[in-house]
C-alpha cells in the first residue's frame, strides 16, 4: 500500500492535531526502564541498509551523528566500516545496553558543560555516545559531521520543539554533508503519538531553505501491533537531504524611507508580534513598524528629561515584550513596555552604553564603548526593577554592536579600535561561548586576506544556525563569516542595492532584515536557492 500527499490531505485533513502534544524526558527515561521500545530494530534498518550507497556516496572515514540513537545496531555496523559514530541519548540504560548487546567495552566520563551528564566511549575510540538532552547538546563542542542517520529522532521530537531540532542538526552539518531522513504518515486524528505525524510540507518548512529535499522511498510498515494504537495503515517515507548553498540574497521589500525615518541606528523584532522596531533620530525615538512595512505605533519622546531619549544607540525586545533603549545622551538604558509606557531608566553605571541584545534566558547584554566592557543585566521587566548586573567581560577595545545565539547562547562582539593617526580604524569580531571564553575573533587585516576590499563591520548577528553575519560599510555589503571555530569563512550574502548598514536581524522565516542608515530604511531580503 503506498498512498501518496495529496490522499492523505484529502482523507486526513486535520495535521495540527497533535501540535501540543507533549512527553518529557522522565517519560522516555520510563519507557526504556518498563521495556516498552517497540521502536528499536534488532536487525536493522532495512531502507538504510538499501540506500546505504547512496548514504556514503563511496567515502571513507566519515563522521556519522545518530540523534536519540537509542541502541541502534546501526552504530555498529558504521563504526566496523571504519567511520566515527557520535549519538545523542537521554537514557543512559538504552546507551548501557548498545555496548553490552554488541559486546564492546567502554568507559565513561562526566559532561563538564553538563550538569549531571555523561559520555559513553568505546574502547576502540570511535563511538561516543553522549547523555543528556538533545537540546543541551550546543554547550558541548562534538565537532561536524559528514552524515546524519535521523530515523526514530524527529518523530520522537515534541511537535513543538521541530525548529530548535532542525537548528541544532543543521548547526552540526560539514559542508557537503548527506542527511538521511525517515518519517511516518498515519492518520494523526487516530493516534497521539510518538511517534508523530511529519507530513511533506512540515519537512520543507524545517529544511527547505537549507537543503535540497529528495523522497528516496515510500514503504507501508503497517504491524499487528500498530492496531493497538487505533490505525489501519502507516507508510514510512526516506529522504536524502543535502546542501543547497544559496545565491545571492535578494531585496524582496523595502520600508520607512525619509521622513518616516531619520538616521536610523538600532534595529530588532518582537518575538511574539514579530514587528519591527526601529531606534532613530525623530520626535519620538522608536518607531514600530507592522510586518507588512507599516507603522504601527511610535513613541520616547525627544528631550532632556530622565524619561525622554535623547541620542539612541541601539534597541532590543526581550522575550515578553519589552523595549530596551541604550542612550548615549545621558549614557542610560532605558526600557519601556510595547506601547511606549517607561519602566525603568538605568542610569549612572556606563560611560557609554552602546549595543544591546536579548539573551534567550530574557536578560539583557550591553556594551560600554568607553569603559570597554560588556555587560549582563537581569530585569524584572514587568515590575521595573533591576535585579542583577554581572561584568562578562572587561578588557574590549571600543565594543559596539552586540549579538547572541540563541542556538549556541554564544555572544559576538564588535570591537571598532581607534586608529593610529591619521589612519582609518579597523574592526575586530570576537565571538565568546556562554562561558566566556574566546571561540572565535577575526579582525580587518584579516578579512583582506579573503575579500577584495576593505572590511568595515558596523553590525553583527547570527542566523538560524549559528553562522556570524556582518555588515560592511566600506564596501556596502552584508558577508557571513560562518562559525566562530570555522573564522573566517568568508562569504558574500548582499554585494549591492545598500548605502550604509547599520544593523541586522533575522525573522523566524529566516528573512534578512537590513537597517540601511543613509537610506533610512529598512530592506528585506530573501536568499535564492539553487
Known amino acids: 500500500m503506498t498512498l501518496d500527499l495529496m490522499t492523505l490531505r484529502s482523507r486526513y485533513p486535520d495535521t495540527e492535531v497533535q501540535k501540543n502534544r507533549v512527553l518529557t524526558l522522565e517519560e522516555w527515561r520510563e519507557k526504556w ?58 537514557s543512559e540504560l538504552g ?5 553490552t548487546e554488541q559486546n564492546l567495552s567502554y568507559s565513561e566520563e562526566p559532561i563538564m558543560e553538563i550538569p549531571g551528564a555523561k559520555v559513553f566511549k568505546s574502547s576502540s575510540g570511535n563511538i561516543s555516545l553522549y547523555c543528556c538532552n538533545l537540546f543541551d547538546l550546543p554547550r558541548v563542542n562534538i565537532g561536524k559531521f559528514d552524515r546524519i542517520w535521523d530515523r526514530g529522532a524527529l518523530v520522537a521530537v515534541n511537535p513543538g520543539d521541530r525548529k530548535c531540532y532542525t537548528d541544532i542538526m543543521l548547526s552540526l552539518t560539514r559542508k557537503g554533508f548527506r542527511y538521511l531522513l525517515a518519517v511516518l504518515s498515519y492518520d494523526p486524528t487516530k493516534h497521539p503519538g510518538p511517534p508523530f505525524y511529519v507530513p511533506d510540507a512540515e519537512i520543507k518548512n524545517l529544511f527547505g531553505s537549507t537543503c535540497n529535499i529528495h523522497c528516496l522511498e515510500k514503504v507501508d510498515v503497517f504491524e499487528e ?25 535578494t531585496c524582496h521589500h523595502v520600508f520607512g524611507g525619509w521622513g518616516t525615518l531619520v538616521n536610523p541606528t538600532g534595529l ?83 560611560s557609554l552604553p552602546w549595543g544591546v541584545e536579548t539573551t534567550p534566558q530574557n ?15 537581569e530585569v524584572d521587566f514587568p515590575e521595573g526593577v533591576l535585579r542583577r548586573t554581572e561584568k562578562l567581560q572587561v578588557h574590549l577595545n571600543n565594543p559596539r ?28 569580531v570576537k565571538v565568546f561561548s556562554p562561558s566566556m571564553q574566546l571561540v572565535g575573533q577575526v579582525d580587518t587585516f584579516g578579512l583582506s586576506l579573503f575579500f577584495p576590499s576593505r572590511i568595515t563591520a558596523s553590525a553583527v548577528t547570527f542566523d ?32 549591492h542595492g545598500l548605502s550604509h548598514p ?11 532584515l537590513v537597517l540601511d542608515s543613509a537610506a533610512h530604511s529598512i530592506k528585506v531580503y530573501k536568499a535564492d536557492w539553487g
Open 401 to 428: 554592536g552586540v549579538a547572541v545565539s540563541w542556538l549556541t547562547g554564544a555572544i559576538a562582539v564588535l570591537e571598532h579600535p581607534p586608529g593610529l593617526g591619521t589612519g582609518a580604524c579597523g574592526t575586530t
Open 33 to 90: 526502564v518498563d521495556g516498552k521500545i517497540g521502536f528499536h530494530q534488532e536487525q536493522g534498518h532495512q531502507l538504510l541498509k538499501k540506500h546505504l550507497d547512496t548514504f556514503l556516496k563511496g567515502e571513507n572515514v566519515l563522521r556519522v551523528f545518530f540523534p536519540l540513537c537509542g541502541k541502534a545496531v546501526e552504530m555498529k555496523w558504521f563504526a566496523d566500516r571504519g567511520h566515527c559514530v557520535v549519538g545523542v541519548e537521554i
Open 225 to 249: 501491533r500498530h492496531k493497538s494504537w487505533g490505525i489501519d495503515y502507516i507508510v514510512e517515507k526516506l529522504y536524502l537531504l543535502t546542501e543547497n548553498a544559496p545565491g545571492a540574497f
Open 464 to 495: 538560524h544556525q549559528g553562522n556570524v553575519i556582518v555588515a560592511d560599510t566600506s564596501s556596502q555589503a552584508v558577508l557571513c563569516l560562518g562559525k566562530p571555530e570555522e573564522f573566517p569563512v568568508l562569504k558574500p550574502m548582499i554585494t
Open 95 to 99: 546507551i548501557r545496553e548498545f555496548f
Open 502 to 512: 547599520v544593523a541586522l536581524t533575522f525573522t523566524k522565516e529566516n528573512s534578512l
Open 268 to 350: 530588532a523584532l518582537c518575538p511574539k508580534t514579530g514587528r519591527v522596531v526601529v531606534a532613530h533620530d525623530g520626535r519620538r525615538r522608536v518607531k514600530i513598524f507592522d510586518s507588512g512595512g507599516g507603522c504601527a505605533h511610535q513613541f520616547g519622546e525627544k528631550g532632556e528629561g530622565a524619561q525622554d531619549i535623547r541620542y539612541p544607540l541601539d534597541v532590543t525586545v526581550t522575550n515578553d515584550c519589552h523595549v530596551v533603549v541604550t542612550d548615549a545622551g545621558d549614557r542610560s538604558i532605558k526600557v519601556f513596555d510595547f506601547f511606549g509606557q517607561v519602566k525603568l531608566v538605568i542610569g549612572g553605571q556606563f
Open 363 to 377: 536578560g539583557v547584554v550591553v556594551t560600554d564603548a568607553e569603559a570597554g566592557s560588556l555587560h549582563l543585566l
